[in-house]
């Protein structure tokens, strides 16, 4: 197959302004385009932006403003940002807070170079304190890999990534470029002045990238958001030793043996990460380890998916 130029992105949210982080999203995909990126990959809820230290209930107002300011799949924001692939020529993995009627989700839309949504998923299980904003994905979310002219593309938001039975779906559907979506992470717990497991780090987080592009033998674009200084008040983690200045960021493509692809960007600088991948190089590693095929034991072990979404209504 012919080498695919693909991109990461590193990048801050525009939080509460829905018209402020689609121009920042269409400003991106044109910046991309214009290094030569055909797949891009966006951090997880790049579109209104992943929230770090918001009590509930201390916090309804700020909760509010957020629904109000999520994207609506079918809207005029979302076909600007379809309307700039199409414009652009390129495949984007946009990461937004999706807007459905009343609740939102942590969503992942596959945006073809025709500016069509191909697929739509949503994270199907929020992480802790994101389950008392963000509702959860069904049985269609499951579904993580789409057909497209650079090869089988997938995705998982955050710690998706750390749940070893949707992993092991998303490489039994072919995956050959796998978008790993974070929010922004300190880069490591000695950086942190209050006690932080070594699992919510960037450094964790990074590494875990690299261990999906090993085990489903596959490029792993390892897309991350930002957290600028100027922001740290509006998300709460002021003064509270999480974050120090401008931090979050630990974006990088891997190859399908686990190599690193690009030199890293600073941590806190946005920017987009880009390298030339040959999907044929698959081929070797899967020679060495196919844990959904030659390297598997279905007769020992085998995983069992529910396909049927679950419906609140049903109609007879």
Not at 94 to 101: I, P, R, T, V
Not at 120 to 139: F, M, Y
Not at 190 to 195: A, T
Not at 286 to 291: E, F, G, I, S, V
Request: contains cysteine.
């Amino acid at each position: 197959m012919p080498t695919v130029r693909v991109g990461a992105i590193q990048a801050e949210p525009v939080y509460l302004d829905l018209e402020g982080g689609v121009n920042k999203a269409v400003k991106l995909i044109q910046e991309a385009s214009e290094k030569g990126v055909q797949v891009l990959g966006f951090p997880e809820v790049w579109v209104g932006g992943p929230l770090w230290s918001q009590c509930p209930l201390e916090s309804a107002g700020f909760f509010s403003k957020y629904i109000a300011q999520s994207l609506p799949r079918d809207s005029p924001q979302m076909r600007r940002i379809q309307n700039a692939c199409k414009e652009h020529s390129i495949f984007v993995v946009l990461g937004y807070s999706e807007k459905d009627n009343g609740s939102i989700y942590m969503a992942q839309a596959f945006i073809n170079e025709s500016g069509e949504i191909i697929h739509n998923r949503r994270k199907i299980k929020p992480t802790h304190v994101e389950r008392s904003l963000w509702g959860e994905g069904q049985a269609d979310s499951l579904k993580c890999v789409v057909d497209s002219q650079h090869g089988r593309i997938g995705a998982l938001n955050c710690w998706e990534n750390l749940q070893p039975l949707l992993r092991y779906y998303e490489y039994s559907q072919n995956v050959q470029i796998h978008v790993a979506a974070w929010p922004s992470f300190p880069a490591h717990p000695r950086e942190v002045d209050s006690p932080m497991p070594y699992s919510n780090s960037g450094e964790a987080n990074l590494r875990l990238s690299q261990m999906i592009a090993m085990e489903g033998q596959t490029f792993v674009l390892c897309a991350t958001g930002v957290m600028k200084a100027e922001t740290h008040e509006l998300m709460g983690v002021k003064d509270r030793g999480i974050f120090h200045g401008d931090g979050g960021g630990f974006a990088m493509i891997f190859g399908p043996d686990g190599s690193p692809l690009a030199e890293p960007m600073p941590v806190g600088e946005e920017g987009i990460l880009t390298a030339d991948v040959d999907l044929d190089a698959i081929h070797a590693a899967k020679n060495l380890c196919d844990p959904v095929g030659h390297y598997s034991r279905p007769d020992l072990l085998s995983l069992r998916v529910n396909t049927v979404p679950a419906k609140v209504v049903h109609h007879e």
